[in-house]
């Protein structure tokens, strides 16, 4: 792919794992994270990977960044939206607070950035936006309403803004990853570790992974490279969930 390619999130879990598949097919990438440890090390691991730090929920950042990228390495020809936060609790107990900081990163974030890299997409009248989402914005989960809302809703706008778009040229699409061993997933798990996400829980009407294991971050950067490679050039505002199964795509 000809251009940058700008992921946000880049820091650890699929982020990092979506930098480096661009970066391996040859890509330049721009990682983004608002803490610099984790790009700064990918960057230092990869010639291809340039560090960068921005907060998704702050517009002036997001603005400064993508600026810097365009001047810096080149035009944004992919971006992919991956920064995201987990609170969870039953709503009756979630604070103001917490609902806040689900949306300000993940809708916000992805509201903010696909902004910016928009104006300079049209004007070139090429690109590409995908999305990292989750299956919790298409299904019910128990202790996770304000962070399915949080997905729902940068999911019902990546579509959106695929649909105004769409006159440019510019695709933009979604991947929308279940149960993935990531340090998010980790810090979820009880005692029974993975066993017990793979297995289900019908107490809380979860179901378990068909498939039997869990995503690896590699599974999802996989078709986040397909839906922004020329391979997807007739595919946009799609909602391509990479789960197992889990969702029995409800």
């Known amino acids: 792919m000809e251009g940058i390619a700008f ?14 598949a661009f970066a391996e097919a040859g890509t330049r990438v721009a990682a983004v994270d608002r803490e610099p440890k984790g790009v700064e090390r990918l960057a230092e691991e990869h010639d291809g990977i340039t560090a960068y730090v921005a907060d998704v929920s702050v517009s002036s950042e997001v603005e400064g960044v993508v600026e810097a990228v365009e001047l810096g390495l080149g035009p944004i020809a992919a971006l992919a939206n991956v920064a995201g936060v987990l609170r969870t609790g039953a709503v009756v107990d979630f604070s103001d607070a917490d609902w806040a900081a689900l949306f ?15 104006r300079r997409m049209t004007r070139r009248r090429a690109g590409v936006i995908v999305t990292v989402s989750s299956n919790a914005a298409g299904i019910p989960r128990a ?14 706008f990546t579509k959106s803004l695929g649909l105004e778009l769409a006159p440019y040229g510019i695709r933009c699409n979604v991947v929308a990853p279940g149960s ?3 340090p998010m ?38 078709a986040v490279l397909f839906l922004a490679s020329e391979r997807a050039r007739h595919i946009t505002m799609h909602d391509l969930y990479v789960d197992g199964g889990a969702t029995l795509r409800a």
Do not use: C
């Open 7 to 20: 992921v946000t999130g880049a820091g650890q879990g699929i982020g990092r794992a979506v930098a480096l």
């Open 104 to 118: 300000d990163v993940n809708a916000g974030g992805v509201f903010r950035t696909s902004r910016a890299v928009a």
């Open 143 to 156: 202790g996770m309403a304000a962070y399915a809302a949080s997905k729902a809703a940068s999911t019902a």
């Open 180 to 182: 993935t061993d990531t």
């Open 185 to 222: 997933q980790r810090s979820l798990w009880a005692e029974d570790g993975p066993a017990a996400v793979i297995a289900g829980d019908p107490a809380s009407f979860r179901t378990g992974i068909p498939l039997g294991r869990l995503a690896e971050p590699s599974d999802v950067a996989d």
